[in-house]
């Protein structure tokens, strides 16, 4: 007879083998636990760094609606970090012990985060591009295996498809302008299609996560297949736009019904995980910043929660 944990393990198999969700009160192996607590804090911390580089255009919008605009997109960055954050609690973690880990240097995020947003621009080739490639991400994983997961996954999705289009609009906006202009948007999207293509972590072959995340369901595609997704997807709009991609091996695989493109620099691509890229010093940083000084609003609020309970419990009694 199998021991018991065995048995458990076959279950819990089944079940996802099945397409049934795990839920926060079902038995889990410890790895699934910790890869989940590992991957969807990793999502939470790159939405909220992610508002740091847009962020820093709000007060510099061109117009009124572009600031309307890109206020409710960064907004909605921090919904994001938001529910991702709830959902990492459902595994029996904290969010101070997250957020302390970001803190510390300890917990990674997005990469694409470390780069800086020199122009305008840059506001529309991130919501184009880096919007564009978290979408093929994240529709993958509205069908993730972990409930909490999947399920703050769909209300993300709707929200980034609006991310997309706001960005994608600012280049045809550029692109149909003056010469300056569309100068610009091209050299906002020859700084960051590379680092885009980056996003989808490293090659299969060289991924340590790939096999035991399609297995338990975590993923459904692989880092490759989800960046050629990207990549067939964006060079027609890159065609529509009047812009060049800075690959020169990029070209239409008659046979393979895909685009073909150039090797990556994966050197560059370490170099910034390991937090040598151009502004990860800067964005911890702010970040640290940011949570000391919102110190009293964390306060204030506990303060106030506390009182509405008291309130609560003598209107009960
Ligand atoms: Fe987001
Ligand atoms: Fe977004």
């Known amino acids: 007879m199998k021991d018991s944990t065995e048995n458990l393990e076959i279950e819990f198999q089944h079940k996802i083998d099945q397409g049934y969700n795990i839920e926060p009160k079902d038995w889990m192996p410890e790895k699934y636990r910790k890869t989940h607590i590992r991957q969807i804090s990793q999502h ?15 007060t510099r919008a061109p ?25 990492t609690e459902t595994l029996g973690i ?28 840059d506001i529309g080739a991130i919501g184009w591009l880096v919007d564009g490639a978290a979408i093929i991400n994240q529709v993958m994983l509205t069908r993730t295996s972990y409930g909490p997961y999947a399920r703050a996954m769909v209300r993300i999705c709707k929200e980034e498809s609006f991310h997309q289009r706001q960005g994608y609009e600012i280049m045809l906006t550029l692109c149909n302008g003056t010469e300056v202009q569309k100068q610009m948007a091209q050299d906002a999207l020859s700084r960051w299609w590379w ?26 595609k692989s ?29 239409w695989n008659e046979k393979t019904g895909h685009y073909d493109f150039g090797e990556i620099d994966w050197e ?8 040598n890229g151009p502004c990860n010093k800067q964005r911890l940083d702010a970040r ?20 509405q309970r008291n309130k609560e419990f003598t209107e009960a009694n």
């Open 44 to 58: 939470a911390h790159s939405e909220i760094v992610g508002m740091l580089p847009e962020g820093n255009w709000i």
């Open 63 to 87: 117009t009124l609606r572009r600031k309307v605009a890109l206020l409710a997109k960064v907004q909605d960055e921090a919904g994001h970090g938001l529910y991702l954050y709830s959902a």
């Open 94 to 121: 904290s969010r101070d012990e997250l957020i302390e880990q970001l803190h510390a240097g300890k917990a990674k995020y997005s990469s694409i985060f470390n780069y800086p947003t020199l122009t305008w621009a």
């Open 195 to 220: 680092p885009s293509l980056m996003m989808f972590g490293p090659t299969d072959a060289e991924s340590t996560h790939t096999e035991l995340s399609m297995k338990w369901k975590i993923k459904r």
């Open 223 to 251: 880092n490759d297949e989800l960046r050629q997704q990207f990549i067939d997807n964006t060079v027609p709009q890159a065609g529509i736009l009047g812009i060049t991609i800075p690959d020169k091996d990029l070209k």
């Open 268 to 275: 560059e691509f370490w170099n910034v995980v390991k937090g």
């Open 288 to 307: 640290r910043s940011a949570y000391e000084k919102g110190a009293w609003v964390r306060e204030a609020a506990s303060q106030y929660a506390e009182k």
